[in-house]
């Protein structure tokens, strides 16, 4: 991480899993971080056994506020959530003082898993090997449905939060994660919403460009080809950053590999502050970058303490 951080040197950064905050704190602190936040506070079950990670943010910046994100208990009910709906992992919102921009509230969140929410005890010996086979498949679809209809539900509730709090201050807003799903899949897709009903065309673009948010790699396109149209050389990418397919197009690098399929996970999304195709937009998106060297060629002394997912970076430039 350290070595990362030495030779990235993101400004803002954001944390999944963090299981000892003191430890990061202290490690990104000699790394230049001045400001380091979290919203919780893990479950200590051993001196040195900890469960239920939280996320946290550093950055070169001040942070000026922070906030815990609630999720809406009366929204909740009326989508059939229970009254005491709440994140799996605790949102976290830091209003963050960033050079030419002003405050920019930046999330951090880490939706629930595709781990089933139901499990059965196999060891059951009331059961027969056939009928422990078979409740595992009935708890493997009915818990899995569990966990995506929480997962959409916690995109949603977060969403509609960033969408008051930004009708509310007209900060830029930034929201960064492990979404544990792909934006492309229906369940996530409408946090990327780009339609809106029953307005006429004019206001829906205003309204959709001032409320909504952008994929970072969908910005990062956007911003090349204005360049140009300048192409990209195969021989010139490097295999960490973005990846050439058969037609020589680039391609989004994966940031999770599971039984040797990889699919991106993790994921940056902008308000329009940071969209060049917006005409009031202060920054564009110079460059991505997906840092999976660990991922895809591990060597154990380098990398045997390493996350199991690719961190994702993106460089602002500010617009002349």
């Keep these: 991480m350290s070595e990362y951080l030495r030779e990235y040197q993101p400004d803002i950064i954001g944390f999944q899993e963090v ?3 003191e430890s990061l704190k202290a490690l990104v ?20 056994i900890y469960t239920q990670p939280v996320v946290a943010i550093a950055s070169r910046f001040p942070i000026v506020d922070i906030h815990s994100v609630k999720a809406n208990t009366e929204l909740a009910q009326t989508l ?38 139901i499990e059965i005890d196999e060891h059951d010996d009331n059961r027969s090997a056939e009928q422990t086979i078979i409740e595992s498949l009935k708890a493997d679809v009915a818990g899995g449905w569990g966990s995506t209809i929480r997962r959409g539900s916690e995109a949603t509730l977060l969403m509609i939060d960033m969408i ?5 201050t007209g900060y830029p807003m930034m929201l960064m994660g492990d979404f544990n799903n792909t934006l492309a899949d229906g ?34 396109q956007f911003a090349q080809s204005q360049e140009d ?10 295999d960490c950053d973005l990846e050439i397919n058969q ?17 991106v996970l993790d994921y940056i999304l902008l308000s329009c502050e940071f969209d060049a195709s917006y005409l009031d ?23 045997g303490e390493s996350t199991d997912h690719g961190i994702v970076l993106a460089t602002l430039t500010l617009r002349s």
Excluded at 29 to 48: H, K
Excluded at 99 to 116: E, I, L, Q, T
Excluded at 229 to 238: A, G, L
Excluded at 281 to 303: G, M, W
């Design 247 to 263: 037609n020589n197009k680039v391609v989004r690098s994966p940031t999770h590999y599971y039984g040797g399929r990889g699919s």
């Design 19 to 21: 299981f000892s905050p």
């Design 164 to 168: 008051e709090r930004r009708e509310a």
């Design 229 to 238: 149209n300048e192409r990209y050389d195969p021989n010139e990418v490097d």
């Design 80 to 117: 059939g959530l229970t009254d005491d709906f709440s994140f799996s992992r605790k949102v976290l919102r830091a209003t963050i003082d960033v050079p030419h921009a002003g405050n920019c509230d930046c999330y951090v969140a880490h939706f629930k898993s595709k781990r089933p929410m």
């Design 187 to 220: 369940v996530l897709s409408h946090l990327l919403t780009n339609t809106l009903r029953f307005v006429s065309e004019i206001d829906s673009e205003a309204y959709l460009a001032k409320y909504c948010l952008n994929d970072v790699w969908d910005l990062f």
């Design 281 to 303: 937009s202060l920054f564009e998106v110079s460059a991505y970058h997906t840092y999976n060297r660990h991922l895809i060629n591990p060597i154990f002394d380098r990398d």
């Design 29 to 48: 602190a000699l790394q230049g971080y001045e400001y380091f936040e979290v919203v919780d506070q893990p479950e200590v079950i051993d001196d040195f």
